[in-house]
C-alpha cells in the first residue's frame, strides 16, 4: 500500500471557507480513514467509511473507497467482485446525461482509474486504453502523482498492445509532467522497450545505457528486468552469445515468484533462451526450451490455481492474473515445431495461438505452412534427393505373364481434397490453409498508394463537413491510420514495418496462396496470386521462380500453353535466394564499437538449392508443356538438358515419368519400362534415328481422361 | 467410376469363355437384367480396360462380347453419342500395312481380328437382326475373308473430333497408368480365367483403382519455401507493473467553496455578476489553480459567460491556458457571434499572452501555443511578435490582427476534443474580422481602443 498521502494542503485550503456542503466532521472522518488506509489499517478504514455513510450518503466515492478498502483487506483477491462494484457505481453517476458535460469525468477521475486497472489485469486492453485516453484529456486538473499513474497506465498498455509511438509520445509528456515530481524510475525501461518494439537500434542501445547506469548502487546487482531488456537488445542485434550471457546473469532463483510480482520470471528465462537458440538455427535446443517454459508455466498456473474456471478472478492476487504467458509460448512452440520439420504438431499450438493474436498475419500465414508441410507427401525425401520407387510407380498389380505397373498418378498426388470434412473446421489441410491465407491477405493493409488516396480523401471529407464532433472521430482514425502507416501489429511479437510487411510476408503470402490454390484446383485463382506476387516490387529471387513455375502449371490447366511457355522460359531465373535482412540501416552503423558476433544472423538462404536446379526444374516442366502440344522433340531435348545439369541422383519423379511418356508416345514401352525399373532417365539416342514412320506418333486413346472430363461436367 | 465387387463379377460372367455359347440377344437380355442405365458407363470403362488388356481378354470370342455390349448400351442414341464411339473409331480406322506388329502399345488397343472388325462394321452400319441371333463363338470363327471389310467411318471421327477439340490439351495427353509388364521369365502356362478375374478385381474395384487414373506429363510444383523474418518470436521481458487500485483522495473534500463557487458560476452564465460576488469568485480562482476545471465551464458555456461576464471569462481562460482542452475554448470564442463583449475577451487574451510570452524568458512559448493551437487564430504583427519589446516602444506603427481564416478544424494530434456544439458554421460563413490597433497600448492599461472591427463579407 504505497500511496502517499498528497492532499492535505487540499484539504487545508479550503478549511476557512463557510461550509454549506461538507462538514468540518465529515472531512475530518474522511481524512483519518484515508490515513488509516494508508497504514494499512483496513478495519479502522473501514469503520471510519461506515461511520462517515452514516452521516452523509450523498457521495457514491464513500461506498468506492469502502470496496477498494475491502478488496485491499482480501489481498487483492476479489478482482471479479470489485470490477462489478465499480460497474454498477459508474452506472449511477451516469443515469443522467452521458457525459455531456466533460467536467463530469474530472470528478470521477478515481472510479474511471480503478476500472482502467482491473481491465488492464483481466486483459481487456483495448477497454483499458479507452478509459486511459479518456483520463489523459483531463490530465491537467489532476494532482500530479495521480496524473502519471494515468500516464504510466497508458503507457504500459501501449507497450503490451505493441504501440511504440503512442508509449513514446506519453512518455515524453511524462518527462515533463515529472520535472520537479520524484523521478519515477522504470521511465527508462519503458523506453527501452519501446525501442526494441520499433526496432531502433541507436535510441534503444542509448537508452539502455542509461537505464544500466541509473538506479543501482555499485555493489548492487543489475535487475532482472534490465538484464533482460539488455540481452533482448543484443539478441536483435545477433549477438546470440551475449544475450545468453545476460540473461545467465540475472538471478532468476531469487526472484519473488509469480504470486507476489505477478511474473513468473523462469518461465521467461527459458523461452528467451528458446528465442535465442531458434534464431542460432539451434532448433532441437530451441524446442527443448519452449517446453521447458511451458512447464514452469504450467507449474505457475497450477500455484495460482487458474484451472478452476468457476470462479474466476477471484481467489488470485489481481497482478497474478496476468503471469499466464500460455499463448505467448504455444506461439513460440508452434513456430519452432514449423521449422524443425513437425508440421502437425505446429499446427496444434499455433491454432491455439491464433485465438488469441487473430489480428496477425504473419501467424495465418504460418499455419498456412503448417498445412502446406503436412500435405507435401512424398516429396520430403524428394527434398533430401532421394527419389523414391514410390513417386513414379504406385503399385504393381499381378505377376508372371499378367504383371502390370501402375504409374502413380502425380496429379492425383498433387491435389488434395479432404471430402467430408467443412473447410471451417480447422484440420491441417489445404482447404483450411486457403482460409488462413485468405485472412492473412486481408489482414496486410492495401498498397501504399491506395492507402494514402484513401487517407486524404477521408481527410478532406472531414474537412469539408466541419461539425466538431466528427473532427473528433476522425482525429482519432487518423492517429491510428498513422500508426499503421509505419507498423502492423503481429502480437506477440513486435509489431512488422511496413517495407517488411509489402517485401515479405505479402510475397510470402501470395506464394503460398498460389500454390495451395492449385493444390485445390483453383487454377483461375492459383494464375490470379501467381502474377500478383511477380508484380511485387521487391520479390526475392525464389519467390519469383516459383511465381513464373505456379503461373504457368495454372495457364496449363487452364489451356493456355503458349502463355504459360512463355513462363517457362529458363532466363526467368537468375537468383533463387530467399531475400533477407533488411536492418542494415540500422545495423551498419554501431557495428564499430561492438563486433556483431560472426555466428550471427542469418546467412542468406537459397530455394531451391542452385539457380541450376531451378533451371532445370524450369527445364522439365518446358518438356511437359512441350508434350502437350505434341513437340515431343522440343520436349526431349529439354529433359536432357535438364537432366545434365542435376545429379542423376536428384532427378525428380515428375522429370522420371516425363522420360517414359515420351518414350511410350514413341512407341518404345521396352525402354519406358527400363526408365520406370532403373528409376533414372536413359540415354535415347538411336531411338531417334529412323523416326520415318513414327512421324505421324500413334494417337494414344483418349478415353481416360475424357472420360474422368465427362464425369466431372 | 469403380464397380463393386458384386457388379464385377456379374460383368465378367456375361463376357466369361463360358458365356460365348449364349446369342448376342441372350447376352444382351442378361446384360440388362444385371445392370440399369445409371451403370452404362463404369461398365463400358471396365470393358475398354479390358480390351486394353489383351492378357486379361485373351479370346476373341470375349473380345466380340465387350465390343458388341460397348454398342449395344447406347445403340438408342446416335453412333457419334456413344461415349465409346472412339474405341470404335480407333479399331476401325485402318493402319498402314506393316506397322501393324509392331503396335503393340501397352495401353493402347491392341489390333483386333478380321471376323472382329467385320462384326464391329457390321455394327457402325444397320446391323441384320440375324447377326445377334449368332453366338459370339460363331462371330470369331467366320471367315469374312470375301466379305465388304471396310466401313466408311469419316463421320464418326469427324464428329469425334469435334467433341475432342472442346477438351482441354491437358485431358486429351493422357495415357491409361496401367502398363504391361509380362514376366519374360515366366511361361504363358495357358490362361487361367480365376487368376485373371482376381487382377481385373484389383485394377477396377477399390477407393482408388488404377483404371481411373491417368498418366500424362505433370508438373513439378515445389512448394513455397518457409517465409523468412527476423523477430517473429515473442521475447518475454519481466516488467514489473505497480498499476494498483487507488484510494479516491476527492471523497468528501468536494468542499463547501466549491459548492458556493458553482452556485456563483451557474449564475454567471445567465447574468451579470455584482462586484462582490464577481471579487468572491475571482479570489478563490486565484487561491486553487485547479478549482478551474471543476465549476463547470465548459467549452460550449463559454459563449454566455463572455457575453455576461467578460471580465470573469478572460480570468477563467487565462487559468485554462495549460488545459489541452484550451484550443476548444479559443475556437468557440473566435466563433461566437460578434459583440463588443467577445472582441474585449479576444482581444485581452491576445495581449495577455502577448505579455506572457514577452516578460518571461521562455519566450513565446505561450504566444505560439496560442497561435498553434488554433488555426483559426492567426496572430500577427506588422513588426517581428516574437520580438520580447513591450508593444509601447513601436508606437502607431504596430497593427495586431486577429483574423479568423476559414473553418479548418486540424488541430494538433495531441489535443483531445470534447465535443462541443455551437453556432460554428454560421459563424464561419460571416467571414472574417480583424481587430485592429493602431495605437500601442500597455497590456495592463484598461482604456484600450477599439479603433476599428469590420465584418468583411
Not at chain 1, 22 to 47: I, N, P, V, W
Not at chain 2, 89 to 102: I, S, V, Y
Request: aromatic share 8%; hydrophobic share 35%.
Amino acid at each position: 500500500l504505497l500511496f502517499i498521502f498528497k492532499s492535505e494542503q487540499n484539504e487545508a485550503k479550503h478549511d476557512g471557507s463557510p461550509s454549506l456542503g461538507m462538514t468540518d466532521q465529515e472531512k475530518e472522518m474522511a481524512a483519518s480513514a484515508y490515513e488509516a488506509f494508508t497504514a494499512g489499517r483496513c478495519d479502522e478504514a473501514l469503520r471510519h467509511l461506515e461511520a462517515l455513510q452514516e452521516l452523509t450518503k450523498e457521495d457514491y466515492k464513500i461506498a468506492m473507497n469502502k470496496a477498494v478498502v475491502e478488496f485491499y483487506k482480501s489481498g487483492q483477491t476479489t478482482t471479479g467482485l470489485l470490477k462489478q462494484t465499480l460497474m454498477s457505481m459508474k452506472n449511477q453517476v451516469h443515469t443522467s446525461a452521458e457525459d455531456v458535460d466533460g467536467l463530469d469525468d474530472v470528478e470521477n477521475s478515481f472510479l474511471y482509474y480503478n476500472q482502467a486497472i482491473i481491465h488492464y489485469y483481466m486483459r481487456q486492453f483495448s477497454d483499458a486504453i479507452c478509459i486511459g485516453e479518456k483520463l489523459y484529456q483531463f490530465l491537467e486538473p489532476f494532482e500530479e502523482k495521480f496524473a502519471q499513474s494515468v500516464c504510466f497506465l497508458l503507457v504500459d498498455l501501449y507497450l503490451l498492445t505493441f504501440q511504440p509511438e503512442k508509449a513514446l509520445h506519453l512518455l515524453t509528456v511524462l518527462d515533463k509532467l515529472s520535472v520537479q515530481g520524484s523521478n519515477k524510475n522504470g521511465k527508462g525501461e519503458y523506453k527501452v522497450r519501446a525501442y526494441i518494439q520499433m526496432k531502433s537500434s541507436k535510441a534503444c542501445k542509448r537508452e539502455i545505457k542509461s537505464v544500466m547506469n541509473t538506479g543501482r548502487g555499485c555493489s548492487m546487482p543489475y535487475s532482472a528486468p534490465s538484464l533482460f531488456l539488455k540481452s533482448n537488445f543484443e539478441y536483435l542485434r545477433g549477438n546470440y552469445r551475449k544475450a545468453v550471457k545476460l540473461l545467465n546473469s540475472s538471478n532468476i532463483a531469487e526472484h519473488a515468484g509469480p504470486i507476489k510480482t505477478g511474473e513468473c520470471v523462469r518461465c521467461m528465462f527459458w523461452n528467451n533462451l528458446g528465442c535465442i537458440h531458434f534464431a542460432m538455427g539451434k532448433h532441437n535446443l530451441g524446442i527443448f526450451y519452449f517446453k521447458k517454459a511451458l512447464q514452469e508455466n504450467d507449474h505457475t498456473c497450477a500455484q495460482l490455481g487458474d484451472g478452476s474456471n468457476a470462479k474466476k478472478f477471484t481467489g488470485i492476487p489481481m497482478c497474478a492474473l496476468l503471469a499466464n504467458k500460455r499463448y505467448e509460448l504455444l506461439y513460440n512452440c508452434g513456430i519452432q515445431l514449423l521449422h524443425i520439420g513437425r508440421p502437425l504438431a505446429a499446427f496444434e499450438c499455433l491454432m491455439e495461438a491464433v485465438q488469441v493474436y487473430h489480428f496477425n498475419p504473419r501467424l495465418w500465414l504460418r499455419l498456412a505452412e503448417c498445412c502446406i508441410s503436412a500435405n507435401k507427401g512424398g516429396s520430403e525425401q524428394e527434398s533430401k534427393g532421394l527419389p523414391c520407387k514410390k513417386g513414379i510407380v504406385q503399385s504393381v498389380v499381378g505377376q508372371g505373364y499378367h504383371r502390370k505397373i501402375i504409374l502413380a498418378s502425380q496429379s492425383m498426388q498433387n491435389t488434395t481434397y479432404s471430402e467430408g470434412q467443412s473447410a471451417a473446421i480447422p484440420v491441417a489441410s489445404m482447404e483450411f490453409a486457403a482460409i488462413c491465407l485468405r485472412n492473412a491477405l486481408l489482414l496486410l493493409p492495401e498498397h501504399q498508394q491506395q492507402e494514402l488516396k484513401t487517407e486524404n480523401s477521408s481527410k478532406n471529407s472531414s474537412q469539408s463537413g466541419s461539425t466538431e464532433s466528427g473532427s473528433e472521430n476522425s482525429d482519432a482514425c487518423s492517429g491510428k491510420g498513422q500508426d499503421a502507416d509505419k507498423f502492423l501489429s503481429a502480437a506477440p511479437s513486435s509489431p512488422l514495418r511496413k517495407q517488411e510487411v509489402e517485401n515479405l510476408s505479402r510475397c510470402s503470402i501470395l506464394a503460398c496462396s498460389s500454390y495451395v490454390a492449385l493444390a485445390l484446383g483453383d487454377n483461375l485463382i492459383a494464375l490470379n496470386h501467381a502474377e500478383k506476387l511477380l508484380h511485387q516490387t521487391k520479390l526475392s529471387g525464389s519467390l519469383k521462380f516459383l511465381g513464373h513455375l505456379y503461373a504457368a502449371e495454372a495457364l496449363i490447366s487452364l489451356d493456355r500453353i503458349s502463355d504459360a511457355i512463355a513462363h517457362l522460359n529458363p532466363e526467368n531465373v537468375s537468383d533463387v535466394s530467399v531475400g533477407m535482412l533488411m536492418n542494415e540501416q540500422d545495423q551498419g552503423s554501431d557495428k564499430g564499437d561492438e563486433p556483431v558476433e560472426s555466428s550471427g544472423k542469418q546467412t542468406p538462404l537459397c530455394y531451391p538449392s542452385s539457380v541450376t536446379s531451378a533451371r532445370a526444374m524450369m527445364l522439365f516442366n518446358l518438356g511437359s508443356a512441350y508434350c502437350l502440344r505434341s513437340e515431343y522433340d522440343k520436349a526431349r531435348k529439354c529433359l536432357t538438358q535438364a537432366a545434365s545439369m542435376m545429379n542423376s541422383k536428384e532427378i525428380p519423379p515428375e522429370a522420371i515419368l516425363l522420360g517414359v511418356y515420351l518414350e511410350l508416345q514413341n512407341g518404345n514401352t521396352q525402354l519406358a519400362l527400363q526408365i520406370i525399373k532403373r528409376n533414372q532417365l536413359l540415354p535415347t539416342t538411336q531411338q531417334r534415328v529412323s523416326p520415318d514412320f513414327r512421324k505421324k506418333p500413334i494417337q494414344p486413346l483418349q478415353l481416360p481422361s475424357s472420360f474422368t472430363q465427362i464425369q466431372r461436367k | 467410376m469403380t464397380l463393386a465387387p458384386k457388379e464385377l463379377s456379374n460383368l465378367l460372367s456375361i463376357i466369361s469363355e463360358e458365356a460365348c455359347t449364349n446369342s448376342f440377344e441372350s447376352l444382351s437380355t442378361h446384360f440388362h437384367h444385371y445392370f440399369g442405365k445409371a451403370e452404362h458407363f463404369r461398365v463400358g470403362s471396365v470393358l475398354v480396360m479390358l480390351l486394353q488388356q489383351p492378357d486379361l481378354l485373351p479370346s476373341s470370342s470375349q473380345r466380340l462380347i465387350a465390343l458388341y455390349l460397348l454398342w449395344e448400351m447406347y445403340r438408342t442414341e446416335p453412333l457419334a453419342a456413344n461415349p465409346f464411339a472412339a474405341v470404335f473409331a480407333h479399331l476401325l480406322n485402318p493402319a498402314p500395312a506393316g506397322e501393324e506388329q509392331e503396335k503393340v502399345l501397352s495401353g493402347f488397343l491392341p489390333p483386333i481380328t478380321q471376323p472382329e472388325k467385320f462384326f464391329l462394321s457390321q455394327l457402325m452400319l444397320a446391323p441384320p437382326r440375324d447377326l445377334f441371333k449368332k453366338t459370339p463363338r460363331q462371330v470369331s470363327c467366320m471367315d469374312v475373308g470375301n466379305m465388304p471389310q471396310s466401313v466408311d467411318i469419316s463421320g464418326l471421327q469427324l464428329a469425334l473430333a469435334e467433341r475432342q477439340s472442346e477438351l482441354p490439351t491437358q485431358s486429351k495427353a493422357s495415357f491409361p497408368s496401367i502398363l504391361n509388364d509380362p514376366d519374360p521369365d515366366s511361361s504363358n502356362s495357358g490362361f487361367d480365367s480365376s487368376v485373371a478375374n482376381q487382377i481385373i478385381e484389383s485394377l477396377v474395384t477399390g477407393p482408388r483403382p488404377p483404371l481411373e487414373s491417368h498418366f500424362r506429363p505433370e508438373f513439378i510444383r515445389p512448394p513455397p519455401p518457409l517465409h523468412v523474418c527476423e523477430d517473429e518470436l515473442a521475447w518475454l521481458n519481466p516488467t514489473e507493473p505497480d498499476h494498483s487500485i487507488q484510494w479516491d483522495r476527492s471523497m468528501c473534500v468536494k468542499n463547501s467553496t466549491g459548492v458556493e463557487i458553482k452556485r456563483i458560476m451557474s449564475k454567471a452564465f445567465k447574468s451579470p455578476l455584482s462586484a462582490q460576488q464577481q471579487s468572491q469568485l475571482l479570489a478563490e480562482l486565484e487561491k486553487d489553480p485547479k478549482l478551474v476545471y471543476h465549476i463547470g465551464l465548459s467549452p460550449v458555456k463559454l459563449p454566455d459567460l463572455v457575453e455576461n461576464n467578460p471580465l470573469v471569462a478572460i480570468e477563467m481562460l487565462l487559468k485554462l491556458m495549460q488545459s489541452s482542452q484550451i484550443t476548444e475554448y479559443f475556437s468557440v470564442l473566435v466563433n461566437m457571434d460578434m459583440s463588443l463583449h467577445s472582441m474585449e475577451v479576444v482581444n485581452r487574451i491576445v495581449w495577455s499572452v502577448w505579455s506572457v510570452s514577452s516578460c518571461s524568458r521562455s519566450s513565446g512559448t505561450r504566444l505560439s501555443m496560442f497561435r498553434t493551437s488554433s488555426s483559426r487564430f492567426r496572430l500577427s504583427a506588422s513588426s517581428s511578435a516574437a520580438s520580447a519589446r513591450p508593444p509601447a516602444s513601436s508606437a502607431s506603427s504596430r497593427l495586431w490582427t486577429l483574423e479568423k481564416t476559414p473553418l479548418r478544424p486540424n488541430l494538433p494530434n495531441n489535443t483531445r476534443h470534447r465535443c462541443y456544439t455551437g453556432g460554428t458554421e454560421a459563424a464561419a460563413k460571416r467571414g472574417r474580422f480583424a481587430l485592429m490597433h493602431t495605437r500601442s497600448v500597455p497590456v495592463h492599461h484598461r482604456r484600450r481602443r477599439l479603433c476599428s472591427s469590420e465584418e468583411i463579407l
